[in-house]
């Protein structure tokens, strides 16, 4: 497929080119230097061609794969028309008409910082589409981040005064107040739990005064002892015999063990 530059080159084109230009007579071109345009009408005209050009060559440049030097062509076109915009705002004040860089909203940078360049009020050099991700201009945009200063020890102690340790909070009395507030707020709610406390301690106290005031003879049908049971006496004798043959067992003799067995089957003693 051949190219548009080639397409305008073939015979057709430059016969209609021609008939085009015997008709409407020749195009007019933008003069080079904004000094040369004596007419306010046609500054603002020429003025809206190189905004034009700029936005067509900002959306071309958007593509990274153009190649390293047709990028880095476009930009610095980019830039060149940028300047010339410049120079034809200067020329329609002077003629006066509206000063189009005052009335233009602000363009900053990704940091929030004003691009004057992008308005045309400034002579720095400004990076546009793919052109920020070229070699040695990526570098350009990267902003080494800050470095963290230590704090020696005699700094920190330094900015150490008495508020530090609150031997002033209480000139102004405002912590005393908030405190004697607070205090007070504590005490009700440690009240109210205590009441709250006292209040079931003596539902329980209540519960248990009316299960002693039942019938003695209901009691005794509730509880019913099916075997015998031992008296606090027997179960005293119980645990001394107990104790007495742990001892026996930890310090008494086998031998001693058998000679009292024997005394006791003579005495008929269990």
Not at 27 to 45: F, G, I, Q
Not at 47 to 56: A, D, F, H, T, V
Not at 103 to 112: K, L, Y
Not at 153 to 162: T, V
Request: glycine share 6%; hydrophobic share 35%; charged share 35%.
């Amino acid at each position: 497929m051949a190219r548009n530059s080639e397409k305008a080159q073939s015979m057709l084109n430059r016969y209609l080119a021609g008939k085009k230009e015997e008709k409407f007579g020749p195009r007019a071109k933008r003069p080079y230097l904004a000094t040369e345009c004596h007419d306010l009408p046609e500054a603002d005209k020429w003025r809206q061609q190189i905004l034009r050009e700029i936005g067509k060559k900002v959306m071309e440049i958007q593509n990274a794969g153009l190649g390293e030097h047709r990028i880095r062509d476009l930009n610095d076109e980019i830039n060149k028309l940028i300047r010339e915009k410049g120079h034809w705002e200067r020329r329609i004040v002077e003629l006066g008409g509206p000063d189009y860089s005052k009335a233009a909203p602000m363009v900053t940078d990704s940091q929030g910082r004003e691009a004057a360049e992008l308005s045309g009020k400034g002579t720095g050099y400004r990076y546009f589409g793919a052109a920020k991700a070229l070699p040695g201009v990526k570098e350009l945009f990267e902003q080494e981040p800050p470095k963290k200063i230590r704090k020696t020890r005699y700094q920190m102690h330094k900015a150490i005064d008495p508020d530090y340790y609150g031997f002033r909070d209480e000139d102004d009395g405002l912590l005393v107040k908030v405190e004697a507030e607070a205090e007070k707020q504590m005490i009700a709610e440690a009240v109210l739990e205590w009441e709250l406390r006292e209040h079931e301690r003596e539902k329980q106290a209540a519960g248990a005064s009316c299960a002693n005031e039942l019938d003695p003879a209901d009691t005794a049908q509730q509880f019913v002892a099916f075997v015998p049971l031992p008296d606090q006496k027997a179960i005293e004798l119980k645990v001394l015999e107990k104790k007495k043959q742990d001892l026996l067992a930890k310090y008494a003799t086998e031998e001693f063990q058998s000679k009292q067995e024997e005394a006791k089957s003579l005495l008929n003693k269990k």
